[in-house]
């Protein structure tokens, strides 16, 4: 049986770690929530271009963008990966991962290479194993991520896509359901698909300055921006949230090892108590 | 009465909503030229050079935002400022752009050295519990 000394210091250290964790869980907490209300944030921004999107398709029939209208034969498909920048997070990244790898392999089987975009340093750190090109990556964004980091490297991208490199564009990232819950999701950004224009009312035109095809261009770009800023946003939601959780079940199982070795500090405190009284009476008997 | 002199007018930037209200006259820096919006304008999509949106409330102040670029959306009764949070550039996206290829590129070319700290870590961990079996085999056997 190990001495109680030894068996203290070690819940001394246990608990140490156990206060690490809890501090975690407490950042993460505070920090998941602020990142939900930017999430929120960015919703009136999205709605509105979104609308605007729909309006102008609807009354411009004649201009196809290039955006807009897929092509035939898929020899290249790009995929724009959020994963975050540190780790003790749970599965959160690796279920990203999983799902990347499971949609490069689903194209590849249909004759189609894969071409990647890292956004986060867990991504860029995993796909840089596997031999495929990453054209574009950006890393640290930080809690609070800008458009202004992601505009570059979302630009390679839709370059890449408007000169025939690409013929899909996909993004990937953690969706944010609830605290407990956060599943990888797989979204098509290019062709961009068909905006409902059914509720939409009466038909009527804008006026425009400079042309229509060129401000829906420009739209959707932004748009396109806003959708991988949104999920850039989303991914930081849920990490905290993965975070949380983590944290939280190590702290739990920090306070049973405490309590397990508590126990046996008890008995082996107890049994040198014993030992010495009996080496006492032994020793009062001899005399 | 107050409607048909007041336009619904929304700020809005991918980053957050900037502003959202009842005005009177809205300016704002079209690509064109600065434009003002009266209510009741014709439907007009135009994009937005980097300047200052005025807005012009129905108490007789005036409040301004700064845009760096963006598109207008006007209806009747309705202005919707889609506003970039960064400034943009043809050039300035261009050398982002490039920087971010730049990244990607050194990021991949160097494999040897740049580890980081965990993976290092979790290296160290597995070849010490391989060593651990090692010796623990090698006991076994003499």
Redesign the interface.
């Known amino acids: 049986m190990p001495g109680t000394k030894e068996i203290r210091a070690k819940i001394t250290s246990v608990k140490n770690t156990q206060k690490i964790t809890k501090a975690m869980q407490m950042v993460a907490t505070s920090k998941m929530r602020r990142a939900q209300e930017?999430m929120r944030?960015?919703r009136?921004?999205?709605e509105?271009?979104r609308k605007?999107i729909g309006?102008?398709t609807k009354a411009n029939p004649d201009y196809h963008s290039p955006y807009l209208s897929g092509r035939e034969t898929v020899g290249n498909v790009g995929i724009i990966v959020v994963s975050t920048d540190r780790?003790l997070a749970g599965a959160l990244n690796a279920n990203v991962f999983k799902q990347t790898l499971l949609l490069m392999r689903e194209w590849q089987d249909k004759g189609a290479a894969a071409k990647l975009?890292?956004i986060g340093?867990k991504g860029?750190?995993f796909f840089?194993r596997l031999n495929v090109p990453?054209?574009?990556?950006?890393?640290h964004l930080g809690d609070r991520p800008?458009?202004?980091d992601i505009?570059?490297?979302v630009?390679?991208m839709l370059?890449a896509y408007r000169d025939g490199e690409l013929d899909r564009l996909f993004l990937v990232n953690a969706e944010f359901i609830n605290t407990m819950t956060q599943r990888p999701s797989v979204e098509q950004l290019l062709p961009a698909l068909p905006i409902d224009t059914e509720g939409l009312q009466r038909h009527?035109?804008?006026?425009?300055?400079?042309e229509?095809s060129?401000?829906l261009d420009?739209?959707l770009m932004?748009y396109i921006?806003?959708q991988v800023?949104r999920a850039a946003v989303e991914n930081v939601a849920s990490e905290m949230a993965a975070r949380m959780v983590a944290m939280k079940s190590a702290s739990d199982n920090a306070s049973k090892l405490i309590s397990e070795m508590q126990l046996i500090y008890n008995k082996a405190r107890q049994a040198a108590i014993t030992k010495e009284l009996a080496e006492i009476v032994g020793g009062a008997a001899a005399v | 009465m107050a409607e048909r002199h007041t336009i619904q007018v929304e700020i809005v930037s991918a980053e957050g909503e900037i502003f959202c209200g009842p005005a009177t006259l809205v300016v704002a820096p079209a690509s064109q030229g600065d434009i003002g919006v009266a209510p009741r304008h014709a439907p007009l999509l135009s994009m937005l050079k980097p300047g200052e949106v005025r807005v012009h409330l129905p108490d007789g102040t005036e409040q301004f935002f700064f845009v760096g670029g963006g598109a207008i959306e006007v209806q009747p009764t309705k202005v919707t400022v889609l506003a970039d949070t960064a400034l943009r550039a043809k050039d300035i996206d261009e050398a982002a752009a490039l920087a971010a290829k730049q990244r990607a590129e050194e990021a991949l070319n160097d494999r040897s050295g740049h580890i980081t700290q965990a993976e290092a870590l979790a290296e160290l961990a597995r070849a010490a519990a391989q060593l651990k079996i090692i010796a623990r085999l090698r006991k076994q056997h003499s």
């Open positions: 930017r944030a960015a009136p921004y999205a509105g271009i605007v309006h102008l780790g975009c890292m340093a860029m750190a840089r990453i054209l574009a990556h950006v890393t800008h458009v202004k505009i570059g490297t630009k390679v370059d009527w035109d804008y006026l425009y300055e400079p229509a060129q401000i420009d739209l932004r921006e806003s800023y």
